[in-house]
C-alpha cells in the first residue's frame, strides 16, 4: 500500500499577547535549515502581521485553507484564519485574548479529526488568564481530552510528558497545589499512567521495551518509612501492579540522584509524583528544545516546553527552538502514525 501525502501539522497561536507569534515567524523563517514539515497557523492574520511588523521581520503571510497550506508553506507563512480579533499588545493581554487562544484550539482539535491536519502543535496559553474567562480546565492537557469526548465522543486519559534527546518525564499529578499532591496520588492513577506511558513510547516512539524508572515521593524515597509511607503504601504497590504486566518498572527511587547522566541512561521514561519533580530536570537541562507531549489522545499533539514569556514578547528575543523541536517532533509521530504497519 502506497503511503499518502502528509497532511500539515495544525498550530495555534496560543496567548495572543506572548511569544507564539514571535516564534512562529521564525519557525517559518527556519523552515528549511531546520527541515520542518509543512503547518499552518491558526491566528488573527492582522494580528499577526502587525507582530511581523514590530519585530521588524518583512515575512509574508498567506490566508490558506488547510488544503492549500503544504503548497503555500513553501513561499509563504500560511494563516488559517479565526473570526476572533486579537487586540492584545506584547506583553498585556486583554479581553480579546482567552477567546482568540481558545477559538485557535478549538479549531486545531476539529482539523485534525476531521484528517486536514496531521497532528496538533500548540503554542503556550496564559492559564490566569484563561481562567479569569471561565475556562475551568488546568491547561491544554486536560482541555484537549475534553474536546476529544466532546468532538470524537473519546474517553481519554492525557497524560503529559515532557521529553527532549536525553530524557523523558511524566508528571503523574499535574497543576494541582502541592498540598494536595498525597491526597491524589494513588495506586491506581499511576498504573493507568504507567501502563499510557509504555504504550505510546512503544507505538510512538518506536521504543520496543520501555524502561520505566519510578521517583519516590518523599525525600530518599521515604528511607525505609521514616520519611513518609506514600512509597510503601501507594507507589511500591503501583510498581509490583506495573511489573505483573510485563513492564520493565524500577522503583521507587529517590528523585535527587535520578536526572544526572549515567542514571538518565538506565530508563527510557521517569515517573514522577508531582510537577516540579518532573518539569526541573528537563527544564535545566534542555530548557531551549524539550517538548511537552500529550499522551493516551487519539491525536497527537505536541507544545514548547516553556510559557507565554511576556516580558519578551515582541522585542525580538524569543528563541523559536523549543517550538521548532515540537513541530519536528509531532511530524515524526503523526508519520508514525501513518506508516502502514507491519504484516503479521
Ligand atoms: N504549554 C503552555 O501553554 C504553557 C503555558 N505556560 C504559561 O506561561 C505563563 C508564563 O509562565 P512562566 O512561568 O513565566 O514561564 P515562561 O516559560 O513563560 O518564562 C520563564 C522565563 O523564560 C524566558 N523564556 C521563555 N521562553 C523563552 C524563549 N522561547 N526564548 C527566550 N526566553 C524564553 C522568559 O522570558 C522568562 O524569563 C503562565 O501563565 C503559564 O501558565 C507555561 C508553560 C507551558
Ligand atoms: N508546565 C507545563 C505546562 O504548563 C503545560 O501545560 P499544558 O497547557 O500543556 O497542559
Redesign the pocket.
Known amino acids: 500500500m502506497l503511503a499518502q501525502p502528509q497532511r500539515p501539522l495544525a498550530l495555534t497561536i496560543?496567548?495572543p499577547a506572548?511569544?507564539g507569534s514571535d516564534?512562529t515567524l521564525a519557525a517559518w523563517q527556519q523552515r528549511t535549515e531546520t527541515n520542518l514539515s509543512a503547518f499552518y497557523v491558526i491566528a488573527d492574520p492582522d494580528h499577526l502581521a502587525a507582530r511581523a511588523t514590530q519585530l521588524g521581520l518583512t515575512i509574508p503571510i498567506q490566508i490558506v485553507t488547510p488544503e492549500q497550506a503544504s503548497t503555500a508553506f513553501h513561499t509563504a507563512l500560511p494563516v488559517v484564519p479565526i473570526e476572533e480579533r486579537a487586540t492584545a499588545q506584547p506583553g498585556h493581554p486583554d479581553d480579546s485574548s482567552a477567546d482568540v487562544a481558545i477559538a485557535s484550539i478549538r479549531r486545531a482539535v476539529r482539523d485534525v479529526i476531521d484528517r486536514r491536519a496531521s497532528a496538533i502543535v500548540?503554542?503556550?496559553?496564559?492559564?490566569?488568564?484563561l481562567y479569569r474567562r471561565g475556562f475551568t480546565d488546568p491547561?491544554?492537557t486536560e482541555y484537549l481530552a475534553r474536546l476529544a469526548h466532546e468532538m470524537l465522543g473519546v474517553d481519554a486519559m492525557p497524560v503529559m510528558m515532557l521529553w527532549c534527546k536525553t530524557l523523558a518525564v511524566i508528571p503523574v499529578t499535574i497543576h494541582v497545589p502541592l498540598s494536595t499532591v498525597p491526597q491524589l496520588l494513588n495506586t491506581e492513577l499511576i498504573v493507568k499512567t504507567g501502563r499510557i506511558v509504555v504504550r505510546e513510547l512503544t507505538e510512538r516512539f518506536g521504543i520496543r521495551t520501555p524502561r520505566l524508572a519510578v521517583t519516590g515521593l518523599n525525600p530518599h524515597a521515604g528511607e525505609n518509612g521514616t520519611i513518609g509511607d506514600e512509597e510503601a503504601t501507594i507507589i511500591r504497590p503501583a510498581i509490583e501492579q506495573l511489573g505483573a504486566l510485563g513492564i520493565a518498572v524500577r522503583g521507587p527511587l529517590p528523585a535527587d540522584t535520578l536526572f544526572h547522566p549515567a542514571a538518565r541512561r538506565s530508563y527510557d521514561a521517569a515517573l514522577c509524583m508531582y510537577h516540579d519533580q518532573a518539569l526541573i530536570p528537563i527544564k535545566t537541562i534542555a530548557?531551549d528544545d524539550a517538548v511537552?507531549v500529550t499522551l493516551g489522545l487519539p491525536f497527537v499533539r505536541t507544545?514548547?516546553?516553556?510559557?507565554?514569556?511576556?516580558?519578551?514578547a515582541g522585542k525580538g528575543?524569543?528563541?523559536?527552538?523549543?517550538?521548532i523541536a515540537s513541530l519536528r517532533l509531532a511530524a515524526r509521530m503523526a508519520e508514525r502514525e501513518r506508516a502502514p504497519a507491519p504484516a503479521p
Open positions: 496560543g496567548e506572548g511569544i516564534i500548540t503554542n503556550p496559553i496564559s492559564k490566569v488568564v491547561g491544554h530548557f511537552n507544545s514548547p516546553d516553556h510559557g507565554t514569556a511576556f516580558d519578551i528575543g524569543a528563541n523559536p527552538a523549543s517550538l
